[in-house]
């Protein structure tokens, strides 16, 4: 393969998780071709995506073995700058400190307006933000998460609705989570959950009358004098929003293992 086929490839497997995919074929194609400033950067950036310490380390070598052949490569100053940003300070003074002499270099080759200096701006005002920034940064995430989670059930329930799932392609991500959801739900034992995926407002809205309900009426009958126990109502409904959370991770395992099926079938078709 040539540089760019490995390049596609990565980007294709990094933008539905599989990180590891995407460091094999960097490492691949860098013993095949040779150094090449984007495989390093998909190294780097397949490592800094897991977020964590020995993974932040290799993401550094990879973007430190780049950059000593290619100082002057934005893609690599940007995501070794992000990665720096990132960094604890008390914990790694040496890879947060770095962050400074990044942005100069960047600040040189990347006029103002430019989409690195933008992704710049973006990092710098990441990283300088306040508690309170900090705190709705994590509200926004968990929404977002939220969001998803609430739209993957809809499509589940429409699904339910229907009978089942109308065939797709075996790289197609959201119909994968929609399938492997409604495989997590089967069976008999499974019925109250597949009924609260249909009637998810409804069954919100009855579980928060029931807790209410619930703690109300233990603190009237003197049983106790304040009550959480109503909130074990919303077991059955954390129970369901697990089973989403599982799918979407076997999907994403079997959109990546559909994609290296293809990639494979193409090598042999090739040879």
């Not at 080759?109 to 701006?121: I, K, M, N, Q």
């Not at 990441?126 to 995430?141: K, M």
């Not at 968990?142 to 609430?150: D, K, M, N, P």
């Amino acid at each position: 393969m040539t540089y760019d086929e490995y390049a596609d490839r990565c980007e294709e497997f990094f933008a539905v998780g599989g990180f590891t995919q995407v460091r094999k074929l960097s490492e691949a194609g860098l013993e095949e071709l040779g150094p090449d400033p984007v495989l390093y950067r998909w190294l780097g950036l397949a490592h800094a995506a897991e977020d964590e310490d020995d993974h932040d380390a290799e993401a550094e070598k990879a973007y430190e073995a780049g950059l000593a052949q290619w100082p002057d490569d934005l893609g690599l100053l940007v995501s070794y700058l992000e990665l720096c940003l990132r960094a604890d300070g008390w914990t790694y003074p040496g890879r947060s400190g770095r962050a400074v002499v990044l942005k100069e270099r960047i600040a040189v080759l990347a006029p103002a307006g430019s989409p690195e200096a933008a992704r710049v701006e973006d990092a710098l005002g990441w990283a300088g933000r306040g508690y309170w920034q900090d705190v709705r940064e994590r509200t926004a995430t968990v929404r977002a998460e939220r969001a998803a989670l609430t739209s993957h059930s809809a499509d589940v329930a429409e699904a339910l609705e229907r009978g089942g799932q109308a065939p797709a392609h075996p790289e197609d991500l959201r119909a994968a989570e929609v399938a492997a959801a409604l495989e997590l739900l089967a069976g008999p034992w499974r019925a109250p959950l597949r009924l609260m995926v249909r009637h998810r407002v409804a069954a919100y809205v009855a579980t928060f009358v029931l807790v209410l309900a619930t703690n109300r009426a233990l603190v009237l009958s003197g049983t106790v004098s304040y009550s959480v126990w109503g909130w074990i109502w919303y077991v059955p409904l954390l129970l369901a929003d697990g089973r989403f959370k599982l799918a979407r991770r076997v999907a994403r395992q079997r959109v990546i293992a559909a994609m290296e099926a293809r990639h494979a079938d193409a090598v042999a078709s090739a040879d």
